[in-house]
């Protein structure tokens, strides 16, 4: 069966400092991967998909990025984090497009 | 452009009755997909069901039950006899195919009180 991790599952930052949060994908190969953020008590945002390895399209200009290095492996960074960085971090996946979306446990940011 | 509306914020009803959550949507695509995603306090999505446009069958899943309607562009879900763990938030998305984004509703919270 699939499996979705993500890590960490809370993380406090401060101001200006960088940001590395991995997802990982097990018992599938080839997977879409998603990355949203969901600030409290609102609805989802789409940040990153990526359809393949080294594939990335972003949908919302920021100072987050992301990167793809393996199959099932999905990174999102920031070099500088911003006070508005702060929300619930989540990672999903696809077999296809169009198909439904598999969400990971999520991460808390807080950024201070 | 296409839309989401999930019209009730919150709705609160006592253990073991059943409960509407109402969605509706808007695109002027032909080929669409509609899903339902539960959202425990526990933060974690949970997928619970995807219907293509073309098929308006009613499904049925134990106490899940959903109702689609391209008459008038809805797709509500019921829960019939509900339960304390039935608490949590619920959203309706809507992906279409020309580009494949699910375009999520504000989500209702559903409390369910013992």
């Known amino acids: 069966s699939q499996t979705i991790h993500q890590w960490p599952a809370t993380l406090v930052q401060p101001v200006g400092s960088p940001l590395s949060l991995e997802c990982t994908v097990e018992?599938?190969?080839?997977?879409?991967l998603y990355w949203y953020r969901q600030a409290a008590g609102r609805g989802l945002q789409l940040l990153f998909y990526?359809?393949?390895?080294?594939?990335i399209s972003s949908e919302v200009p920021q100072n987050l990025s992301a990167s793809r290095p393996q199959d099932r492996q999905f990174i999102l960074s920031s070099k500088k984090l911003l006070l508005s960085d702060s929300g619930f971090y989540l990672c999903?996946?696809?077999?296809?497009?169009?198909?439904?979306?598999?969400f990971g446990p999520g991460t808390r940011l807080t950024v201070l | 452009a296409q839309k989401v509306t999930q019209a009730q914020t919150e709705i609160s009803v006592v253990e073991k009755e059943d409960v509407t959550l109402d969605c509706v949507y808007e695109?002027?695509?032909?080929?669409?997909?509609l899903f339902w995603y539960k959202q425990p306090p526990s933060g974690e999505l949970v997928f619970l069901i995807r219907r293509n446009s073309f098929d308006e069958q009613n499904e049925i899943s134990g106490r899940y039950s959903w109702n689609f309607q391209k008459s008038t562009s809805s797709f509500n879900f019921t829960i019939t006899a509900s339960q304390v763990v039935d608490s949590a938030v619920y959203f309706c998305?809507?992906?279409?195919?020309?580009?494949?984004?699910?375009?999520w509703g504000a989500g209702t919270k559903l409390i369910i009180k013992p």
């Open positions: 990526s359809v393949g390895i080294g594939q």
């Open positions: 695109t002027r695509d032909t080929t669409y997909y």
């Open positions: 018992g599938t190969s080839n997977p879409n």
């Open positions: 999903a996946w696809s077999y296809h497009q169009g198909a439904e979306q598999f």
């Open positions: 998305a809507l992906m279409v195919d020309s580009n494949y984004q699910l375009i």
